[in-house]
């Protein structure tokens, strides 16, 4: 591969479908899922038509750990102490 990967149950899914297909042989199929591809199907996953049911306790964008994360960052929008507010304050 490129650098990149499936998720186990896309992996599982491709190799299947490949086969079905006649593309590629069983033992290829069973070569192009990685053992730890393997491992994500066997933990608990939420169900995704329960989870559409659901009502969203809040809005956002994910997000991932922050850039920096040994110190928070944030704008102020009145200045503190005749501080700048255009700047960054670290807290």
Do not use: C, F
């Not at 990149?4 to 069983?26: C, F, H, Q, S």
């Not at 994910?62 to 255009?86: E, M, T, V």
């Amino acid at each position: 591969m490129q650098g990149w990967k499936r998720n186990g149950p896309a992996a599982v899914k491709m190799a299947l479908d490949m086969y079905r297909e006649k593309l590629i042989t069983r033992e290829e199929a069973v070569s192009r899922v990685e053992p730890s591809q393997l491992d994500e199907l066997l933990h608990p996953i939420l169900n995704p038509k329960a989870e559409t049911a659901l009502k969203p306790m809040a809005k956002g964008l994910p997000a991932g750990p922050a850039a920096l994360p040994d110190k928070s960052y944030l704008i102020r929008r009145k200045p503190l102490n005749g501080q700048n507010s255009a700047k960054p304050s670290s807290w």
